[in-house]
Structures are given as C-alpha cells and as structure tokens.
C-alpha cells in the first residue's frame, strides 16, 4: 500500500491518501472503443478476466482553518467485495490515523458523486451492524441533483448507489446539499463537470496563483484526456462528458492545472502538455519543485 503524498500548492499542501483500489472491467472503462485500440494502454496491467486496477485515490487538505476530506473511497463495510482491488481496500482511516488525524478533526467530507467507490467510507459500521458517519463532527457536501439520483436509483444505476454509504447522513444530521457550484472556502470550489452522471461535481483548489483540480470520474483513466472520444460505458450522459472533458483540458492546458484523478495509478497526479497538435497527460511526481505549479506558486 502506497504512503500518502503531498504537493505544495500555493500555501497549501494537498495530501494524496489511498483507500487501495478495485479491479475495474476493461471494456466498460473505454465503452465503445474496440479492444485492439485500448488494449495497448493496458494490457501490463490487465488480469485474467480483463480487469484493470482502478486507484481509490481521496485528498486531505487544510483551508481556512478546516480540514477537508475529498472522497472517501471503497471503505471498510463491506471487505469481501469481488472487485476487491490487488492493494485492497479500506485503507483511508488508518492511513489518516497514521497522519495524526482522527475522524472527528475532521470538518467537510467532499463527495464528486455518490457511486460506492467514491463515497463508501462516508460511513462505518457500529458493533450492531448501524451504518453512522464515520466523520462524525464533518459537514458532509453533496451536490443536491447527485443526492436525488442517488436516492432513486434506477435499474442501471442501482448497482453502484448503496444507501448505507450515504442515507445515515442525513438521519444524523450531517448531510449539507447545495445547488450547482458551491464554494467550501476562498481556495476551494466544486464545479459542475457533468457526463459521468447528471450532477457530477470536480473540486479545484487554487491557492497562490496555482489551481489543482480533482477530476473525480471525469476520466477513468488518463487516454481519455488526450482522446476526448473515448468515454467509459459507466457514464450516464457520455455526450456532455465529452463537453466537460474539452472545457476541463483547455483549461488546464491554458492554466497548467494539476489534475487529480481518482482512479489513474496512485498518486494519480499529472498534467496535460500541448505538444503540436497533440496533448499529452504527464505524471507530476509528489513534492516536485520542478514544473509549472512551483514556479507559479512563487
Ligand atoms: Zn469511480
């Protein structure tokens, strides 16, 4: 299981912290693109039964004096899933014990969407088998369109929205919902990325001139930014994804954002580079003062 990481954005460290992973369907990843052509991306890393490693990965933050949790990954509810991922899963509250934060530090959960992978540590179970938040002192954030679908799932979505990951929420209390964009702070802001589902929301941190945006399921993996026609068959709206996608890149091509994926190898952090007609993703490593961010946060 990978440590956690960080990177100094502006005055701010974003820490990168690992659930561990799941494995993923191959072809439902790259949805109408034949096999031959995505094979090539991955094929060191596919399994037997076609499935690729998909990275959990969730960000700890501090602004203004809170501390913000981005995703929440698989969580530990339920160990024996059969896409329990090769690093497992679960990992997100003793990876953050081992940083010295204990769940009730813990002010603003930060949700992109309520799919099980993104938001199923939301929620621990008691001795009784309760599900209760497991940041119990945490504004939970969630996009109101987001929490609708969630709770009326229907027969293609039901398979990923489990309400135990999100409904003891609101029975406790905790769950906050807002209308489209929402600023969580000055530095911290969810955006409306629509495609993967109707009211999918990225979060972009900007602090000292520089901006990391955390992609969510825009992509499920990073080919899909430097093709924008290539969209996983996971997504509900997959025409609007290729709109959020073409915005998403341009922009951060033009502000040299740092992206954050969940599910691209961890840390999942690099950045899109124009190269002639072509754009390419480039991993950022962890603590690099080299690149644009470093010199942009001076
Ligand atoms: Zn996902």
């Known amino acids: 299981m990978p440590a956690p990481v960080r990177y100094r954005l502006g005055s701010i460290d974003v820490v990168v912290i690992s659930d561990g992973s799941v494995w993923m369907d191959a072809g439902a990843a790259f949805g109408l693109v034949p096999r031959p052509m995505w094979e090539p991306y991955v094929a060191d890393v596919m399994d037997e039964l076609h499935r690729i490693p998909a990275a959990l990965n969730c960000l700890l933050l501090r602004s203004a004096g809170q501390t913000l949790l981005v995703e929440t990954g698989v969580g530990g509810k339920d160990p024996n899933r059969p896409d329990r991922g ?48 497991a940041f119990p002192n945490a504004r939970y954030l969630i996009r109101r369109g987001e929490w609708e679908a969630a709770t009326h799932p229907n027969e293609r979505t039901r398979g990923t929205y489990f309400a135990d990951n999100f409904l003891p929420l609101q029975a406790s209390g905790r769950l906050e919902l807002y209308d489209g964009e929402y600023d969580v702070t000055d530095e911290v802001q969810l955006v409306d990325t629509p495609g993967h589902t109707a009211d999918h929301a990225a979060v972009a941190i900007t602090s000292g001139g520089a901006r990391a945006v955390y ?84």
């Open 86 to 133: 090769p690093d497992g899963y679960g990992r997100l509250l003793p990876e953050l014990a081992a940083l010295g934060v204990r769940p009730e530090d813990v002010d603003i959960v930060i949700n992109t969407h309520l799919h099980f992978d993104h938001c199923g540590g939301n929620t621990v179970r008691t001795a009784s088998g309760e599900a209760v938040p």
């Open 215 to 298: 992609l969510g399921d825009v992509i499920h993996h990073t080919v899909q930014l430097e093709r924008l026609a290539w969209i996983p068959a996971f997504d509900v709206l997959p025409l609007v994804s290729l709109d959020t996608k073409r915005r998403l890149v341009e922009e951060a091509i033009e502000r040299r954002d740092l992206l954050i994926t969940t599910h691209h190898v961890f840390p999942g952090a690099g950045v899109m580079e124009q190269d002639g007609r072509r754009r390419h993703w480039r991993d950022v490593p962890p603590d690099s003062l080299a690149g644009p961010l470093a010199e942009d946060a001076r």
